[in-house]
């Protein structure tokens, strides 16, 4: 049983270190040291921003994410709030329910005069995992003038939903949004390999380069991270010079 909760703890440190974005050192630590290290991060990183019912709630999820529905579930039954509802469509999501979590969101909106921001990107995140670009671009459209939509994951799925309905240039330019130097290696990839498709190869080529340039520098968690993307990258790089 021991072994089980150790694992569970270091599920749920690396859980939160990847969802926080927190230093990437911390993975030595957790994976490493797994008691102590995990319960350093916690003290640390966790305890100090949020109250012990919360920690609980998110180590649940890392281990039963079933349960954490069923408990949400009865928390809509018992009272149909706004949160509520919302929190249930966050666990659907990310559970990959997409078409439990759809409907939920868009009841959560209906009605509601307010620009909510955080429930439009979740839905932009969901339609595109149903392959329904059309809806990720309704969305997308009713949030593109907010500041944090600039530079954002939402922008960048926005960007791939265009390039599917044949939209290129405003594809290219909302995918070109995200090369950011030390930062998305994985979109800045796929932005890559747009760029080959639109036979834009030198410029292609320059963003492979620099992602090989600033994987040079990057710490032995970042780079155990991203090997995988830098891997291909270099893979991708050496069928461009032959």
Not at 147 to 163: D, T
Request: with cysteine; net charge neutral; proline share 2%.
């Amino acid at each position: 049983m021991s072994y089980y909760l150790i694992l569970a703890l270091q599920g749920y440190c690396i859980y939160h270190l990847l969802k926080h974005r927190k230093q990437y050192y911390w993975i030595f630590l957790i994976v490493f040291i797994p008691v102590i290290g995990s319960i350093i991060y916690i003290i640390t990183q966790v305890y100090n921003r949020q109250d012990v019912k919360k920690v609980t709630s998110e180590i649940t999820t890392v281990v039963n994410p079933t349960k954490r529905i069923k408990d949400l579930e009865k928390q809509l039954e018992f009272s149909e709030s706004y949160q509520n509802r919302v929190n249930l469509a966050d666990a659907y999501l990310e559970n990959k329910d997409y078409d439990s979590a759809i409907p939920l969101y868009l009841k959560s909106i209906e009605g509601n005069p307010t620009n909510d921001l955080y429930v439009k990107k979740q839905l932009i995140e969901a339609y595109f995992n149903i392959e329904d670009y059309n809806n990720v671009v309704v969305y997308a459209k009713k949030i593109e003038k907010h500041p944090e939509f600039n530079k954002s994951r939402s922008q960048f799925i926005y960007g791939l939903a265009l390039e599917k309905i044949g939209d290129f240039e405003q594809a290219e330019a909302n995918l070109r949004a995200i090369d950011i130097r030390y930062s998305f290696y994985n979109e800045r990839l796929i932005l890559a390999k747009f760029l080959i498709d639109r036979n834009k190869e030198a410029e292609a080529k320059g963003i492979l380069e620099e992602i090989i340039s600033e994987s040079l520098h990057m710490t032995k968690p970042n780079r155990a991270l991203f090997n995988t993307t830098i891997q291909e990258v270099e893979k991708l790089l050496k069928s461009l010079n032959k």
